[in-house]
């Protein structure tokens, strides 16, 4: 071989092998970009858990311990001990090694959902276990509780490096900052506002938000940087996404006057003390709003009566994500007479004390709550229409429940109980995970609607039945007329005459346990008259205690004693076509 022909052999050869060495640093750069880890900041006022570390691929991360109001849960679920809650939050990506350390001695420890398949292990004074992709989960170490909350990488927050100024217009430059996509980016930190928490910063937000909303480039992003912002109500207007940056806690004052009614005495509930309309942020006659970020909205606890923490009402297009909504005493979030509003992947933690309901899509249409960890007093999800004796709404439709983490002290997925409206419609409640609830599948109908075509699906319950109130059920489905005229409305008399009809349920591939229930009686299933019906329920691949049942009559065994129950009553006179199939499963 010539020269000539070795050195270009030689070449080539030398190139492919620097390509090679090439692309095995890129993959290998690839393989450590894949497994990476964001520890967030805490919030200033964030109190450390006394009882539980963690350490995530080796890096320590935050645990709070939760400064909440425990009500009846542990003299309930727990038993005499009193409960100690906590909370950690991260993100990842690829597979990582948890590690809990733990105070107290681990005589026992669970972490759920079980449907998630960690194993974990108890190695001396620590509990460990791999997590290979972000999700919500639950430790419990005897009372102590630790929510961990996973998030996937993900880079939304806007770049204060990187903006761009605003163009000229006319003869005033403008010192408005732009994201890539021309989105005007307004920072929380060039107002007049306390970031310690320390003095009441309701005005110099609202003034913000205000600018984000307005001016030559209308709508935007506030961006809120770390730091605790004691608030009273807010408005969020259209085109306004608030952005709350890890370590940003938006606190609710504790002085009731700083919450004033939006409306005047006409709009509302009719019964004003039910203060259905007091809330920390309100989302009034919107479009295009978000609220996103890592940071906490938090509503002061019971300190603030039954304040709620987001109100959106009469809005559309309206997005919730990854935020996390904690601390008051009444509904955390109604969504009330709105169009296509999304909840994603948001962490609603609640007082365990009554009427905390969780997420409450009332009135509205085309709502979808994906991926969210609910903790709540009251019922975890539940679809109403409310109205308040306006009827603003006929038709409730297109409601979507999914891939959810859920404890409660009342219902867990739910219909109902206010329906003042004629039609509702096509809602799914699929692949969610119910940790605890007295009743883990609920539809009451009094107010005169056709309640049809809902799906329960892939639903995993851990345990029903702990609240000892007569209604520790499965399943409760069930017509009657209210007693009393709270809701009155101009249909109230004509809703005694004709409280509504149920059709069209099914229950599929459904898995319930009931080891650890305490007070399960049989589930129900009740119209009111021949006129007012159940009908067409079908359960396909409904299964207790790997029992497959057949039909209502199959004994289930209940807690760790040997009684057992009926699986459900079903009134003949009042109900028509309740079926039990064994399918393949999709």
């Known amino acids: 071989m010539t020269s000539f022909w070795r050195n270009m052999v030689n070449g080539i050869f030398q190139r492919r092998l620097f390509l090679l060495i090439c692309l095995c640093g890129f993959w ?21 858990s006394d009882e539980f570390g963690m350490t995530v691929d080796g890096q320590a991360v935050f645990v709070e311990r939760l400064q909440v109001e425990e009500g009846d849960l542990h003299n309930r679920f727990g038993g005499c001990e009193e409960l100690s809650y906590h909370c950690v939050r991260f993100a990842f990506e690829g597979q990582v090694r948890i590690k809990v350390s733990v105070t107290r001695t681990i005589d026992g420890y669970r972490l759920r959902p079980v449907s998630a398949g960690i194993s974990a292990a108890a190695k001396g004074s620590a509990i460990e276990f791999t997590m290979q992709k972000p999700r919500n989960l639950m430790l419990q170490v005897g009372s102590a509780w630790l929510y961990i909350f996973a998030d996937p990488l993900k880079d939304d927050a806007p770049h204060l490096d990187r903006l761009k100024k605003g163009k000229f217009k006319g003869d005033m430059r403008l010192s408005i900052r732009l994201d890539k996509n021309n989105r005007k980016v307004v920072n929380l930190k060039d107002y007049d506002v306390d970031p310690t928490g320390e003095k009441l910063c309701t005005r110099g937000i609202q003034r913000a938000i205000i600018d984000t909303a307005v001016g030559p480039y209308p709508g935007g992003i506030l961006y809120v940087p770390a730091g605790v912002y004691k608030t009273g ?21 504790r002085n009731a006057t700083d ?16 203060g259905y309309e007091y809330a920390l942020i309100q989302i009034h006659h919107a479009t295009n709003v978000a609220i996103r970020g890592r940071g906490t909205v938090d ?78 007093g009251d019922d975890s999800v539940a679809v109403k229409a409310t109205n308040f004796g306006m009827w603003l709404r006929d038709e409730i439709k297109n409601i979507r429940v999914v891939n959810n983490v859920m404890l409660t002290l009342k219902s867990s997925l739910k219909i109902g109980t206010e329906t003042q409206a004629r039609h509702i419609h096509d809602i799914v409640f699929a ?23 809902v799906i329960f699906r892939n639903n995993r319950v851990e345990m029903a039945g702990g609240l000892r109130d007569d209604r520790d059920r499965i399943i409760d489905i069930e017509i009657s007329t209210r007693k009393d005229d709270i809701w009155r409305s101009p249909r109230f008399n004509e809703a005694i005459e004709n409280p509504g009809s149920i059709r069209n349920v099914l229950f599929e591939n459904t898995t319930v346990s009931t080891k650890d229930s305490r007070y399960l009686i049989p589930s129900r299933i009740s119209g009111h008259n021949k006129a007012n019906m159940v009908s067409d329920v079908i359960f396909r691949n409904f299964t207790v205690n790997g029992q497959k049942i057949v039909d209502s009559s199959v004994s289930i065994g209940v807690g760790n004693t040997p009684r057992t129950i009926t699986f459900m009553k079903v009134e003949t006179e009042t109900t028509r076509n309740i079926t039990f199939q064994q399918a393949k499963e999709n």
């Not at 109500?233 to 004052?253: C, E, H, K, P």
């Open 28 to 48: 290998a750069t690839a393989a450590i970009a894949a497994n990476q880890v964001v520890v967030y900041r805490a919030p200033l006022t964030a109190h450390k």
């Open 233 to 253: 109500t807010l408005r969020l207007y259209s085109g306004v996404t608030l952005y709350l940056a890890d370590g940003a806690l938006i606190q609710a004052s």
């Open 259 to 274: 919450f004033p009614l939006p409306f005047g005495p006409e709009r509302g509930a009719p019964n004003r003390d039910y």
């Open 299 to 376: 509503g002061g606890g019971p300190a603030n009566g039954r304040l709620k923490i987001i109100h959106a009402e009469d809005s559309r297009d309206v997005t919730v994500e990854d935020i996390v909504i904690r601390n008051t005493t009444g509904w955390m979030f109604p969504i009330l007479h709105c169009e296509n509003v999304t909840v994603k992947n948001t962490r609603v933690i609640s007082p365990i004390t009554s009427n905390t309901d969780g997420i409450n899509p009332d009135s509205s249409i085309n709502v979808t709550l994906d991926g969210n960890f609910i903790c709540s």
């Open 431 to 453: 692949n969610n995970d119910i940790l605890m609830a007295d009743r883990a599948f609920t539809i009451y109908l009094r107010d005169g609607a056709l309640v049809e075509n």
